[in-house]
């Protein structure tokens, strides 16, 4: 798929700009932290057309509001392969899913996750029967690999890191190679935040070189025998590396707490969105609009999360991500 320059987005665009006047702003937000419960702050996401009828929990609205998002790319642009890039990471989520759920022999559908690029019944299957042929390219060999780890050695954080680099591999190498600028914005920063999440976890755990570049993925931002040299010389070698980044930014927030930094990396992702509201011969607002809810969605629910476990609201805020609008 590549990016395309004529009319055929105009109509799907001036869509989404009435769509976008639906998103929460930060007074949303507060309105929402004024509430004193719960219940109290669902009620006000109702009166804002949160859920569907019927919906009655917290995780029934946040997944009602999903399926409203990829329903409305749905019906404005037909063909979702433009944005797999979201959705790949739904795949390889379910890939590990399979692999333990056929390790230990159980059979629940509620570990699966929907809107992948591939029906979870043919990954499934696919590790049943230790056939990864029926499945795409991308996934096949690294299906193989976790899989017999799994099986031949029961090291199942060994198996995820399998397939977690090549998750980050596929989103980068597809995101780049759509041409379109947000999705190759989005890979770009989808990589070198998990990288760098990668590398504070590395650092505290004590994990040796081997381990580190078997779970790096590369990135164009991230010089990964750099990053790997800082791993392995500790905490300040890794924030010294970052100050000659573009992340330099995130020094900080990675010395306040893992949930700090992604809240900065969620943020910066926000910020470098924004522009492609007025790319009006493209995709890119449509692409703009799906992350801009994935993040208010996430925003909401540390919210209520938050509401409900009575977390001081200070505590709350700390987490908040900062919206599209």
């Known amino acids: 798929m590549t990016d395309k320059t004529d009319k055929q987005y105009l109509y799907a665009v001036a869509r989404i700009r009435s769509k976008e006047l639906l998103l929460l702003s930060k007074s ?105 042929s029926t499945l795409p390219d991308f996934m096949q060999a690294c299906a193989e690999e976790a899989y017999g780890v799994q099986l031949e050695t029961g090291d199942s954080q060994l198996s995820d890191i399998i397939i977690d680099k090549a998750a980050l591999d596929t989103i980068y190498q597809k995101g780049k190679e759509t041409k379109n600028e947000l999705l190759s914005l989005y890979a770009e920063l989808k990589v ?45 070698a890794l924030y010294r590396y970052l100050e000659t980044t573009e992340y330099a930014d995130a020094v900080q927030a990675l010395k306040t707490s893992s949930s700090a930094f992604e809240r900065w990396f969620d943020n910066l992702i926000i910020h ?20 801009a809810r994935e993040n208010e969605i996430k925003t909401v629910r540390i919210l209520l999360s938050g509401k409900r476990n009575n977390i001081s609201d200070k505590a709350i805020r700390e987490r908040l991500r900062e919206m599209y609008v």
């Open 28 to 132: 949303d937000i507060d309105g929402l932290m004024n509430c004193k419960s719960e219940k109290e702050c669902l009620r006000l996401l109702y009166d804002k057309g949160w859920g569907k009828t019927g919906n009655e929990d917290s995780e029934q609205i946040l997944k009602a509001e999903r399926e409203k998002t990829w329903d409305l790319m749905r019906d404005m642009v037909g063909d979702l392969s433009v944005f797999h890039t979201f959705l790949y990471q739904n795949d390889f989520h379910n890939l590990k899913a399979a692999i333990k759920q056929v390790y230990v022999n159980s059979d629940r559908n509620d570990i699966f996750l929907a809107d992948g690029t591939v029906d979870p019944d043919t990954i499934i299957q696919a590790v049943r029967e230790h056939d990864f």
């Open 192 to 236: 070198a935040s998990a990288d760098l999440n990668i590398a504070v976890r590395c650092i505290k755990t004590g994990k040796d070189r081997s381990f580190v570049e078997r779970a790096l993925a590369r990135c164009d931002s991230l010089d990964l025998d750099k990053l790997t040299d800082a791993i392995m010389d500790g905490e300040e």
């Open 272 to 291: 470098r969105i924004q522009p492609q509201k007025y790319n009006p011969f493209t995709l890119s607002p449509l692409a703009a609009y799906i992350l």
